[in-house]
């Protein structure tokens, strides 16, 4: 168990629809990642969060968003839902002591697995 | 961008070592890390090494860095059918971690 909490486990909907991912770091933990991995594209960084502010972009659609939480928590928006965008989405936290360097050690959650319909 | 890469599958019998190999392209990355997923589950960090290392052992798992060559790999002694997943390979980038496409080790009883 990683300490990093995220859901729901599962999640079904339908093509144009929105939904909204929730994830818990560990304890003490400052930055939040979330990542998505899917068949034909592997894992993909979405975006970072740190304490509060974003951090960084990466693949991340225009029909999504995130955001981090005074709590730490965060949630992640997906609008206007795709087929394409079934995949399973992943949360990682880390201290974020020294993230500009990249010298920060990420824990995974157990994912949501989204299925659009 | 960063570019990583590993092989898709690695096939081995269970007490035979298994060696994942993983090359990338970014020479600034500071650490490159080894993440283990088993089928329907999160990533779990297995071991990391810093880039002015060559090697790092860690119980069974080896970790092997050739920094000029831009290849680092993996070597699983006496691997067990738990060791059975998909290792992914990931060299920190200047924002965050990049994935290579993960490597399917299966273990033969």
């Known amino acids: 168990d990683s300490g990093v909490t995220q859901t729901p486990k599962h999640l079904i909907t339908a093509t144009g629809q929105r939904v909204t991912l929730r994830c818990s770091p560990r304890?003490?933990?400052?930055?939040v990642y979330w990542y998505q991995q899917s068949l034909d594209q592997g894992l993909q960084f979405l975006i970072q969060y740190y304490n509060g502010e974003e951090r960084a972009k990466g693949n991340i659609l225009e029909r999504f968003s995130a955001q981090q939480f005074p709590d730490l928590h965060s949630e992640l928006n997906l609008s206007s839902l795709e087929l394409g965008d079934s995949a399973l989405y992943f949360c990682?936290?880390?201290?974020?002591?020294?993230?500009?360097?990249?010298?920060?050690?990420?824990?995974f959650g157990p994912g949501t697995r989204l299925t659009v319909l | 961008g960063e570019d990583v890469e590993q092989s898709l599958f690695l096939s081995v019998r269970e007490g035979d070592s298994s060696v994942i190999n993983c090359t990338y392209t970014d020479s600034s990355s500071t650490y490159l890390y080894w993440y283990k997923q088993e089928p329907g589950a999160g990533l779990q960090l297995l071991t990391y090494?810093?880039?002015?290392?060559d090697m790092k052992q860690d119980q069974r798992l080896t970790v092997l860095l050739n920094k000029k060559d831009k290849h680092l790999s993996l070597r699983i002694a006496d691997t067990q059918t738990g060791d059975s997943a998909i290792y992914f390979c990931a060299p920190t980038g200047r924002r965050a971690l990049t994935f290579g496409s993960g490597t399917r080790l299966q273990v033969q009883p």
């Open positions: 304890s003490g933990d400052l930055s």
């Open positions: 990682a936290s880390s201290a974020g002591l020294d993230s500009r360097r990249g010298t920060d050690t990420q824990y």
């Open positions: 090494i810093f880039s002015n290392m």
